[in-house]
């Protein structure tokens, strides 16, 4: 199986201020097919899991712009340029270049 | 709009089968545009990929438990299941099912989730 390692596990940011979480995987996750088939998750309290970025950098629809990703091969991040309230959760990378997609092990995002 | 919700029994003895189903609302589930995946979460825990299942009935399952895992669609009742045979205490967790478009692994709908408890 890939294993998605993701750096910090937690993360204590200030209102209005960036966080980034990184994420790498144990192999590259990009496809012959030229797509990479990395994605990020969030997970607010109580809720279930809601796609935030997929394909690396692509922003799901409704997703604020304040969220960014990055990345290429094995290694990714993403970034909230600032931090807000609703944003409080545990981030979640994927990877789904093979079976079994296998998720990291979760950053929590507390507001300070 | 689309929405899915799991149900099933939240207490399962072990050695039993745990079985689960996801009902699809507002859509189709013969909408070949997608497939229908299960992931569950252990309790303050991360989360982990359990298979999918097209309507065709085309299956990829996880191989960690490929030997106890039975996915199905059933179109008449517009909803997919999950067995899962001889669980044990490990198997307690939140089992959420959730849609990807075709093509992609894009997992942008889920359902709210059900908590299964493995106990006696």
């Known amino acids: 199986d890939i294993v998605m390692t993701q750096t910090p596990l937690s993360l204590s940011v200030t209102p209005g201020q960036p966080a980034s979480i990184s994420c790498k995987s144990s192999?590259?996750?990009?496809?012959?097919?030229?797509?990479?088939?990395f994605y990020w998750y969030l997970q607010k309290p109580g809720q279930s899991p809601q796609l935030l970025i997929y394909e690396v950098s692509r922003r799901l629809s409704g997703v604020p712009d304040r969220f960014s990703g990055s990345g290429s091969g094995t290694d990714f991040a993403l970034k909230i340029s600032r931090v807000e309230a609703e944003d409080v959760g545990v981030y979640y990378c994927m990877q789904g270049i093979n079976f079994p997609f296998t998720f990291g092990q979760g950053t929590k995002l507390e507001i300070k | 709009q689309v929405q899915l919700q799991e149900s099933g029994p939240g207490l399962v003895k072990p050695s039993q089968t745990l079985s689960l189903t996801c009902a699809v609302s507002?859509?189709?589930?013969?909408?070949?545009?997608?497939?229908w995946s299960w992931i569950r979460q252990p309790a303050g825990k991360g989360l982990e990929w359990i298979g999918r299942?097209?309507?065709?009935?085309?299956?990829n399952y996880n191989p960690s438990l490929k030997s106890r895992v039975a996915m199905s669609v059933d179109t008449s009742k517009n909803q997919f299941s999950l067995k899962l045979t001889s669980v044990t205490a490990a198997d307690t967790a939140v089992y959420y099912c959730?849609?990807?478009?075709?093509?992609?692994?894009?997992?942008?709908?889920w359902g709210r989730g059900t908590l299964v408890t493995v106990s006696s």
């Open positions: 959730a849609r990807a478009k075709s093509g992609t692994r894009d997992l942008t709908l």
């Open positions: 299942i097209y309507a065709s009935g085309s299956t």
């Open positions: 507002g859509g189709s589930i013969t909408n070949g545009s997608y497939y």
């Open positions: 192999q590259s996750l990009l496809n012959s097919d030229g797509k990479t088939y």
